[in-house]
């Protein structure tokens, strides 16, 4: 069992208060907080053994190089990948489904073929293929949600045939907390020979992952919802894939031999890392993993459910509040989501705030999902080591001033 206590004194800015009251912050899947561990880590290098990578033969820019690779290959162990060269470092989240959907969609798709996606995707993980739609002709699919909230397993069997040529899923929804069986979803993508790339922004911070049992073939996630800084992400391939995927950008570093009229690319991760990389934040990400490590990724999805269970309870105190999400824990992460008829979000959000407590308000980036709940807005709590009991019993409480606020009571 995790106790938050013993991590809290790790997070600086956990101590401040907000608005006069101990801050609840409620806000890890849009970011995280960060450890001392990582802001020190990202502080030395600056302070003892900066220099540009890979460049130089001098001693700083062998010790910046070699602090860069060795975070590679600890996301590497941390992910159980094949080889640390399957570990692509990349802008964020965003940018590794972009460099998929670019670098595999463009060569591989053609007019008729068909990205397969669902209606609970990020705009991360819609946007990029609508954009690949209208270069190759290639159609888009919608695995659906249930009147519960899961992904609709029996429909998705109807879903696949020989035109899917890529499927893309997030591995947990940031905005239902669910976490869809990816295992079962690989196989029947590979059934019919199609790609898949697992939106892991919201599941890796918060759950074990092993790529090699995953039964995907890529995988996209960010540093900054992991303790992490920001600026820094990754995607994750399978060898033989990454060797047959076209760069997105070109530029110093990527290549093997440029002349005038054509180049040649460096072997894998390189070709995908052009320009000066985020070596610091890269390095930063090696010790937030470092960190999780410690704790342990099963520990940490533990104690996320657990806070996830008792939010759902104390949650159903609040007269007419309705939950956008499973109501038990089952295959669901630690993101809750609530509506309450009569109070926007973006209010429920401000009113809370003046009580310390942190919570996102809105559409958190995913359009379709709200109009397919029939909601303009939803307010989030998302919860990670740190957070306790206390937090939600916060969360409540400012739940119920604002109801008093708005005459709800
Ligand atoms: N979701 C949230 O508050 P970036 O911004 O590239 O680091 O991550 C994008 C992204 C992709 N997929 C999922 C499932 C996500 O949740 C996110 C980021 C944040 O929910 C910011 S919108």
Same mark, same amino acid.
């Given at each position: 069992?995790?106790?938050?206590?013993?991590?809290?004194s790790?997070?600086?800015?956990?101590?401040?208060?907000?608005?006069?009251r101990?801050?609840?912050?409620?806000?890890?899947?849009?970011?995280?907080?960060?450890?001392?561990?990582?802001?020190?880590?990202?502080?030395?290098?600056?302070?003892?053994?900066?220099?540009?990578?890979?460049? +130089?033969?001098?001693?700083?820019s062998?010790?910046?190089?070699?602090?860069?690779? +060795?975070?590679?290959?600890?996301?590497?162990?941390?992910?159980?990948?094949?080889?640390?060269?399957?570990?692509?470092?990349?802008?964020?989240?965003?940018?590794?489904?972009?460099?998929?959907?670019?670098?595999?969609?463009?060569?591989?798709?053609?007019?008729?073929?068909?990205?397969?996606?669902?209606?609970?995707?990020?705009?991360?993980?819609?946007?990029?293929?609508?954009?690949?739609?209208?270069?190759?002709?290639?159609?888009?699919?919608?695995?659906?949600?249930? +009147?519960?909230?899961?992904?609709?397993?029996?429909?998705?069997?109807?879903?696949?045939?020989?035109?899917?040529?890529?499927?893309?899923?997030?591995?947990?929804?940031?905005?239902?907390?669910?976490?869809p069986?990816?295992?079962?979803?690989?196989?029947?993508?590979?059934? #019919?020979?199609?790609?898949?790339?697992?939106?892991?922004?919201?599941?890796?911070?918060?759950?074990?992952?092993?790529?090699?049992?995953?039964?995907?073939?890529?995988?996209?996630?960010? &540093?900054?919802?992991?303790?992490?800084?920001t &600026?820094?992400?990754?995607?994750?391939?399978?060898?033989?894939?990454?060797?047959?995927?076209?760069?997105?950008?070109?530029?110093?570093?990527?290549?093997?031999? #440029?002349?005038?009229?054509?180049?040649t690319?460096?072997?894998?991760?390189?070709?995908?890392?052009?320009?000066?990389?985020?070596f #610091?934040?890269?390095? &930063?990400?090696?010790?937030?993993?470092?960190?999780?490590?410690?704790?342990?990724?099963?520990?940490?999805?533990?104690?996320?459910?657990?806070?996830?269970?008792?939010?759902?309870d104390?949650?159903?105190?609040?007269p007419?509040?309705?939950?956008?999400?499973?109501?038990?824990?089952?295959?669901?992460?630690?993101?809750?989501s609530?509506?309450?008829?009569?109070?926007?979000?973006?209010?429920?959000?401000?009113?809370?705030?003046?009580?310390?407590?942190?919570?996102?308000?809105?559409?958190?980036?995913?359009?379709?999902?709200?109009?397919?709940?029939?909601?303009?807005?939803?307010?989030?709590?998302?919860?990670?080591?740190?957070?306790?009991?206390?937090?939600?019993?916060?969360?409540?409480?400012?739940?119920?001033?604002?109801?008093?606020?708005?005459?709800?009571?």
């Amino acid at each position: 069992m995790i106790d938050p206590a013993r991590f809290r004194s790790d997070f600086p800015i956990l101590g401040r208060e907000i608005n006069g009251r101990p801050m609840a912050f409620l806000d890890s899947a849009a970011s995280s907080q960060k450890p001392a561990q990582v802001i020190d880590a990202m502080m030395d290098v600056y302070r003892n053994s900066y220099a540009n990578v890979h460049r +130089g033969a001098y001693t700083l820019s062998q010790e910046a190089t070699e602090a860069y690779e +060795g975070a590679r290959r600890k996301v590497a162990r941390f992910l159980n990948a094949a080889a640390p060269e399957e570990v692509v470092f990349t802008r964020n989240t965003t940018a590794a489904i972009n460099q998929f959907a670019y670098g595999w969609g463009l060569g591989n798709l053609k007019p008729g073929d068909r990205v397969l996606t669902s209606v609970m995707e990020h705009h991360s993980n819609i946007v990029p293929w609508h954009i690949i739609a209208r270069h190759t002709g290639a159609e888009l699919s919608f695995l659906d949600i249930t +009147g519960d909230f899961r992904i609709d397993l029996q429909k998705a069997q109807d879903r696949f045939d020989e035109r899917v040529k890529i499927v893309s899923l997030s591995g947990m929804s940031n905005v239902l907390g669910i976490m869809p069986p990816i295992g079962e979803i690989a196989r029947l993508a590979r059934e #019919v020979g199609a790609v898949m790339l697992v939106d892991g922004a919201q599941m890796v911070p918060h759950s074990p992952v092993d790529v090699q049992e995953m039964g995907a073939d890529f995988l996209a996630f960010s &540093g900054h919802k992991m303790l992490g800084p920001t &600026g820094i992400g990754v995607l994750w391939g399978r060898r033989e894939l990454l060797e047959k995927m076209e760069p997105m950008e070109g530029g110093g570093e990527m290549i093997r031999e #440029v002349q005038l009229f054509e180049s040649t690319w460096a072997p894998v991760p390189q070709k995908f890392e052009a320009g000066t990389p985020p070596f #610091v934040e890269a390095i &930063g990400l090696g010790a937030a993993v470092d960190y999780l490590s410690e704790i342990g990724m099963d520990q940490i999805l533990e104690h996320d459910r657990q806070l996830t269970s008792y939010a759902l309870d104390r949650l159903e105190e609040v007269p007419g509040l309705s939950i956008q999400g499973p109501a038990n824990t089952i295959d669901r992460g630690g993101v809750v989501s609530f509506d309450i008829p009569g109070i926007h979000a973006h209010d429920i959000a401000t009113i809370l705030d003046q009580h310390g407590v942190a919570v996102r308000a809105g559409h958190h980036c995913a359009q379709p999902l709200m109009r397919h709940l029939g909601l303009a807005a939803t307010t989030r709590a998302s919860f990670y080591l740190y957070n306790s009991e206390d937090d939600i019993d916060a969360l409540v409480d400012a739940l119920g001033v604002a109801r008093r606020l708005f005459g709800l009571d």
